[in-house]
C-alpha cells in the first residue's frame, strides 16, 4: 500500500522540474507533474491530492488561476505558490487566494521541504478536529448551533444563512474566505443574484458585530471577505 503524501505540481520550466520532482521524490512524496497550465484541472479533479505546488508564469493558464479553481473544487487542499514573482502584489494576491506559503526562486530545496512537512502536518491536525460551534469573537459570543450572537448588549438571533456565513467567516478567521467558497456551500451556486444576496448577508454581519469595535469584516477585492479581529 502506497502511503506517500501526494503532490499536484504544475511547473512549466523542464529543468527545474525536472531536479524538484526528483528532490521531492527523494524525499519520499508521489508527485504527479504538469507543465502545462491548460492541462492541470484536466488532471487535478481526477486525482487525490494531499497538496499542490504551483508555479505563477505559466503559459495559456496562470498559476494564481489555477489555485483559485483547484480552491473552488477543494477548498481545504493545502497549496503553496512557488515563482520568481516578488512583488507585494503578486504576494498578496496569492495568500488572497488561500495560499498557505508563498515561496520565491531562488530557494533553498531542504526549507521547502520543512514548510511540505510542516503545512503538511497542521492540515491533519485540523481534519482531525471537529469544528467548534462557539466561537469567541471579542466581547462577542457566537453559538452556532443556537444562531445566536451573545454581548453586553444582550443576544441576537441569528437566520440559519446568517449563521453559516458567519461560522465559514470564524474558520477562517484572520484569513481570506473565497467568495466561492460561501456561495458554492451556502447559496449552492455562484451567480449574479447569490453574489448581490451574499453582500447584503455581509453588511447584516457587520452590523450585528458593531457591539466589538475590534472585529472588522474586510472586503478583499476579486478573492472573498476576511474577519479579523484588530490588534490594540
Known amino acids: 500500500m502506497n502511503n506517500k503524501k501526494k503532490v499536484f505540481m504544475v511547473e512549466d520550466d523542464q529543468n527545474f522540474g525536472t531536479v524538484m520532482k526528483s528532490y521531492l521524490e527523494i524525499n519520499g512524496f508521489d508527485v504527479t507533474w504538469i507543465k502545462d497550465g491548460i492541462n492541470a484541472m484536466k488532471t487535478f479533479v481526477v486525482g487525490h491530492f494531499d497538496i499542490c505546488i504551483l508555479d505563477v508564469m505559466l503559459p495559456n493558464v496562470d498559476g494564481f488561476t489555477i489555485g483559485k479553481q483547484i480552491k473552488e473544487k477543494e477548498d481545504t487542499i493545502p497549496l503553496i505558490f512557488l515563482t520568481a514573482k516578488t512583488l507585494k502584489e503578486d504576494v498578496l494576491q496569492g495568500f488572497g487566494i ?6 520565491t526562486k531562488p530557494f533553498d530545496s531542504e526549507i521547502l521541504i520543512a514548510k ?27 453559538n452556532f448551533e443556537l444562531r445566536t450572537l451573545t454581548s453586553p448588549k444582550g443576544v441576537h438571533q441569528l437566520s440559519p444563512k446568517e449563521a453559516e456565513l458567519l461560522k465559514l467567516l470564524c474558520i477562517d478567521m ?6 466561492e467558497k460561501a456561495l458554492n456551500s451556502i447559496w ?17 454581519l457587520r452590523k450585528y458585530l458593531k457591539a466589538e469595535p475590534k472585529i472588522e469584516i474586510v472586503n478583499i477585492h476579486g478573492s472573498g471577505y476576511l474577519l479579523r479581529l484588530k490588534e490594540e
Open 188 to 204: 449552492g451556486e455562484n451567480s449574479y443574484f447569490t453574489t448581490r444576496s451574499m453582500d447584503v448577508y455581509i453588511t447584516k
Open 116 to 142: 511540505i512537512n510542516a503545512i503538511l502536518n497542521r492540515s491533519s491536525y485540523k481534519d482531525a478536529d471537529e469544528t467548534p460551534s462557539s466561537f469567541t469573537l471579542g466581547c462577542i459570543e457566537f
Open 174 to 179: 484572520n484569513k481570506v474566505m473565497p467568495r
Open 98 to 103: 488561500g495560499a498557505d506559503d508563498y515561496v
